[in-house]
């Protein structure tokens, strides 16, 4: 068993794959080709976004956006402590300070309660600057972007979405990556819509940042790569990445409605025994990962244990909260708690999630999950 079946996806979609890449090899487009600008103008328009930029991965992908808002030194930028370490990586490379903020106990998304207070606390305890809202749609689910908007709005603070995992991902009709002033997404190949190597893209309504951003990730370009205004970055989609992932357009829809229905069941398999995803009204994931809570640190290494021998995969996102990796050494907010953080990384497991698994797949990795409690 896979836990992301990339392989059964190739196999299904061989034929169109192998030409899409083909006809680049034949144009030898590698840098900017046609596909690129192609892809830019179909996931604006699948996100309902104006401007969207692709770029080399999804960590320079939220580098970008920092760098097209002008963050540093003396700002805060406010992370969740439950996340991929580049969603705080980059607010330090950029010179700024992350603030971590601990996450709600059902979704894993960062807590709007928390949020509010990490600000407060940042506004009577610093100097700082509070500037931007680092929301990350996790494990699929879009962030409470009501909310988080009202707090942005309150303390006049910009909203990068991070939806690296959440592309595909809905709150009503509005898809994910049209929630933050810019959000970003990656195209890793285990990501919801994965390319075959690295990629990324920025999303903005902005035509000013669209601007800006369209500078910084070719090396802060003027009026060409040899007219450089401001320092930037040699960050591009590959035109190779661009022909595959134009062709997994096509199905992504599709692969999250069957996301769906895997998680549906593993749900209605597991609910009664372990803790699982709570998926609030009106949100829709796109079930980057589906990850249960076992009731404490020993029964989750017993569980990962006993599925590898069974041959089923299973994988801990996160381990560490962000707050005590070892990179964010000087991290020094210890009035902060990290409570459903820190319980959440000694307690969770994520289970195999692909489009490619059936029903019988999932009884019999929940029916193992029962025989360990
Ligand atoms: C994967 C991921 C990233 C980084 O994307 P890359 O393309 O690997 O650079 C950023 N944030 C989150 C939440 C992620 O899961």
Same mark, same amino acid.
């Given at each position: 068993m896979e836990f992301r079946d990339l392989k059964h996806q190739y196999q299904l979609h061989k034929g169109e794959i192998d030409t899409a890449i083909q006809s680049v090899l034949n144009n030898a487009d590698f840098i900017n080709g046609s596909k690129v600008g192609q892809l830019e103008t179909e996931l604006s328009q699948y996100v309902g976004v104006k401007n969207c930029i692709t770029c080399a991965n999804g960590t320079d992908a939220l580098q970008l956006a920092l760098m097209t808002w002008n963050i540093g030194k003396g700002d805060v930028v406010f992370v969740p402590? &439950?996340? &991929?370490f580049s969603s705080g990586e980059v607010v330090s490379l950029v010179g700024a300070t992350p603030v971590f903020v601990d996450i709600d106990e059902d979704t894993y998304n960062i807590s709007p309660k928390s949020l509010e207070k990490a600000i407060e606390y940042i506004v009577k305890n610093t100097d700082l600057k509070p500037q931007v809202i680092v929301a990350v749609d996790l494990f699929g689910q879009p962030a409470d972007f009501s909310q988080i908007r009202k707090i942005a709005d309150k303390y006049n603070l910009f909203i990068l979405e991070d939806a690296a995992q959440g592309f595909g991902g809905k709150i009503g009709e509005k898809k994910a990556c049209s929630f933050g002033d810019i959000a970003t997404t990656s195209f &890793?190949?285990?990501?919801? #819509?994965?390319?075959?190597g690295d990629g990324g893209a920025v999303f903005t309504n902005n035509d000013e940042w669209a601007g800006l951003l369209r500078s910084y990730c070719v090396?802060? @370009?003027?009026?060409?790569? +040899?007219?450089?205004v401001r320092i930037g970055m040699n960050s591009r989609l590959d035109t190779l990445q661009a022909a595959v992932l134009l062709v997994k357009m096509k199905f992504f829809d599709d692969e999250i409605t069957k996301c769906n229905q895997i998680a549906e069941e593993y749900t209605r398999c597991l609910k009664d025994i372990v803790k699982v995803p709570i998926v609030r009204d009106g949100m829709y994931s796109s079930w980057a990962q589906y990850t249960i809570c076992f009731q404490n640190n020993t029964q989750r290494e017993n569980a990962i244990e006993i599925l590898r021998e069974k041959g089923i995969p299973s994988a801990v996102y996160?381990? @560490?909260p962000m707050h005590m990796q070892e990179a964010f050494g000087?991290? @020094? &907010?210890?009035? #902060?708690? +990290?409570m459903i953080t820190e319980e959440t990384c000694s307690c969770c497991l994520s289970l195999p999630m692909h489009a490619y698994l059936n029903i019988t797949d999932i009884e019999y990795i929940s029916n193992i999950v029962k025989l360990i409690l």
């Amino acid at each position: 068993m896979e836990f992301r079946d990339l392989k059964h996806q190739y196999q299904l979609h061989k034929g169109e794959i192998d030409t899409a890449i083909q006809s680049v090899l034949n144009n030898a487009d590698f840098i900017n080709g046609s596909k690129v600008g192609q892809l830019e103008t179909e996931l604006s328009q699948y996100v309902g976004v104006k401007n969207c930029i692709t770029c080399a991965n999804g960590t320079d992908a939220l580098q970008l956006a920092l760098m097209t808002w002008n963050i540093g030194k003396g700002d805060v930028v406010f992370v969740p402590d &439950f996340t &991929f370490f580049s969603s705080g990586e980059v607010v330090s490379l950029v010179g700024a300070t992350p603030v971590f903020v601990d996450i709600d106990e059902d979704t894993y998304n960062i807590s709007p309660k928390s949020l509010e207070k990490a600000i407060e606390y940042i506004v009577k305890n610093t100097d700082l600057k509070p500037q931007v809202i680092v929301a990350v749609d996790l494990f699929g689910q879009p962030a409470d972007f009501s909310q988080i908007r009202k707090i942005a709005d309150k303390y006049n603070l910009f909203i990068l979405e991070d939806a690296a995992q959440g592309f595909g991902g809905k709150i009503g009709e509005k898809k994910a990556c049209s929630f933050g002033d810019i959000a970003t997404t990656s195209f &890793f190949p285990a990501k919801p #819509l994965g390319c075959y190597g690295d990629g990324g893209a920025v999303f903005t309504n902005n035509d000013e940042w669209a601007g800006l951003l369209r500078s910084y990730c070719v090396h802060g @370009k003027g009026q060409d790569k +040899y007219d450089n205004v401001r320092i930037g970055m040699n960050s591009r989609l590959d035109t190779l990445q661009a022909a595959v992932l134009l062709v997994k357009m096509k199905f992504f829809d599709d692969e999250i409605t069957k996301c769906n229905q895997i998680a549906e069941e593993y749900t209605r398999c597991l609910k009664d025994i372990v803790k699982v995803p709570i998926v609030r009204d009106g949100m829709y994931s796109s079930w980057a990962q589906y990850t249960i809570c076992f009731q404490n640190n020993t029964q989750r290494e017993n569980a990962i244990e006993i599925l590898r021998e069974k041959g089923i995969p299973s994988a801990v996102y996160y381990r @560490k909260p962000m707050h005590m990796q070892e990179a964010f050494g000087e991290y @020094k &907010f210890t009035e #902060l708690d +990290y409570m459903i953080t820190e319980e959440t990384c000694s307690c969770c497991l994520s289970l195999p999630m692909h489009a490619y698994l059936n029903i019988t797949d999932i009884e019999y990795i929940s029916n193992i999950v029962k025989l360990i409690l």
